[in-house]
């Protein structure tokens, strides 16, 4: 079992004239945002409940170079801490109003989040408070309240409104657990109704002429890549430069046999990025004359994913075997398509950026949610007339009913087949 890495912290800080209020510095994960923690006595109880406050985005690096000087800041942090907190002016045990909540959750709620998502939840919160008011009381919330805000909203988009309720939600969940706030308004059975979001979820899949289309621009996304890493004047004789170059252009050389696995497979991207050599067997027999392909080998099976095998078909042979042909070092490297010079796959974030630059290099709509999902679903349109159970085990499906209600769409072709069909 894997050890876990442990957290950084400065224990048993004091200030001079409060000794008997001890804090704790200590990062909310491995070289994340520092928080300070400390235990709030309620009543007759020894210990009472701990609290925790971050410390404004703060990190061990930004401390000091030296353990020791790091240690030496962070418990000047504590005592600064604790010297604000135990000088602050006793809270107003008045109702709760989303001018508090919103400071108090910015302030103290959001401390173990990533940043990305502390500023988005905070702003969500925000224009709640902005649009009814400072000194609006949380507990007063009205579904007729809701009802105007969402109508207010409507036009930044269909679900604008709907995002800032569910994080003045989440925020209202987190003052309940603070005892900042007696109950949740979003209880509401009312309330519950209109945050529910009724919608057609957008499902586009890749048709044969589209994926024709992008076939034949595959080897002029590799020519995009490197025109985008071409260095400027300063910097072509920077050897990393040189390197990273280099590095883009072999990597995105991969970029047609992933197209040729996603169509033929139907298989997610993660899947074929994570696939190894020692997964495929090039090796014919009669249950699989074209060799075989091991999914998700060695991983720990979920409702998305679990290891299966699966015979190739002759186009992803030949893909693969020509790929490993044309990259010798593929042969001896782990992945199937390395992010080379590197001992790790291709990452995701490369293959969209490729994708993108094919659609627009063969001047196709842009389809919103338009990924490699569409393949997949593109793989189960193809074969729709097949058995849905061998269809579901070919293409890594736990249930059939997961394929006919959202990868199997209706076509044009099929369509009229069926509406000119006569017994």
């Given at each position: 079992m894997p050890r876990r890495s442990s957290l950084w912290s400065v224990s048993g800080i004091q200030h001079p004239a409060y000794p008997g209020f001890t804090v704790r510095v200590v990062e909310s994960k491995p070289?994340?945002?520092?928080?300070?923690?400390?235990?709030?006595?309620?009543?007759?109880?020894?210990?009472?409940?701990?609290?925790?406050?971050?410390?404004?985005?703060?990190?061990?690096?930004?401390?000091?170079?030296?353990?020791?000087?790091?240690?030496?800041?962070?418990?000047?942090?504590?005592?600064?801490?604790?010297?604000?907190?135990?000088?602050?002016?006793?809270?107003?045990?008045?109702?709760?109003?989303?001018?508090?909540?919103?400071?108090?959750?910015?302030?103290?709620?959001?401390?173990?989040?990533?940043?990305?998502?502390?500023?988005?939840?905070?702003?969500?919160?925000?224009?709640?408070?902005?649009?009814?008011?400072?000194?609006?009381?949380?507990?007063?919330?009205?579904?007729?309240?809701?009802?105007?805000?969402?109508?207010?909203?409507?036009?930044?988009?269909?679900?604008?409104?709907?995002?800032?309720?569910?994080?003045?939600?989440?925020?209202?969940?987190?003052?309940?657990?603070?005892?900042?706030?007696?109950?949740?308004?979003?209880?509401?059975?009312?309330l519950k109704r209109l945050l529910h979001a009724k919608h057609t979820p957008t499902r586009p899949f890749c048709s044969p002429e589209e994926f024709a289309a992008l076939v034949a621009v595959a080897p002029r996304v590799v020519e995009t890549v490197v025109c985008r890493h071409e260095p400027t004047a300063a910097k072509n004789h920077r050897p990393d430069e040189r390197r990273r170059r280099i590095t883009a252009q072999q990597s995105a050389a991969a970029f047609p046999t992933l197209l040729q696995l996603a169509w033929h497979t139907g298989h997610r991207i993660s899947a074929i990025l994570s696939l190894r050599w020692d997964a495929v067997d090039f090796t014919a027999r009669p249950a699989a004359p074209f060799g075989t392909v091991t999914w998700y080998a060695g991983v720990v099976a979920d409702r998305k994913k679990y290891e299966h095998t699966v015979p190739m078909n002759e186009p992803t042979r030949k893909a693969l075997l020509a790929w490993r042909d044309e990259s010798p070092v593929q042969s001896i490297a782990r992945w199937v398509f390395p992010f080379l010079p590197s001992d790790r796959a291709i990452s995701y974030n490369e293959v969209r950026r490729w994708l993108r630059d094919a659609i627009s290099l063969a001047k196709m709509p842009k389809k919103r949610l338009g990924g490699w999902h569409m393949f997949r679903r593109g793989f189960a349109t193809a074969r729709k007339g097949m058995p849905l159970r061998d269809l579901a085990s070919v293409g890594g499906w736990r249930d059939t009913e997961t394929l006919m209600k959202s990868y199997v769409h209706a076509t044009t072709e099929g369509t009229l087949k069926v509406a000119l069909y006569s017994a």
């Open positions: 070289n994340g945002p520092l928080v300070v923690y400390w235990w709030e006595k309620k009543g007759s109880s020894e210990r009472g409940r701990q609290r925790g406050r971050g410390l404004g985005g703060l990190r061990r690096a930004a401390l000091g170079s030296t353990p020791s000087a790091q240690r030496t800041r962070a418990e000047e942090e504590g005592r600064k801490f604790i010297a604000g907190y135990m000088s602050a002016d006793v809270p107003s045990t008045g109702p709760l109003t989303l001018g508090t909540l919103c400071a108090e959750y910015e302030q103290r709620g959001l401390a173990q989040v990533s940043k990305d998502y502390r500023r988005d939840a905070v702003n969500c919160v925000k224009r709640v408070r902005d649009a009814l008011d400072l000194g609006f009381v949380v507990s007063s919330l009205k579904p007729s309240h809701v009802e105007q805000y969402l109508v207010a909203r409507a036009a930044s988009g269909p679900v604008a409104g709907r995002r800032d309720m569910v994080a003045l939600n989440i925020a209202c969940n987190w003052a309940l657990g603070e005892e900042l706030l007696s109950a949740n308004p979003f209880a509401n059975p009312k």
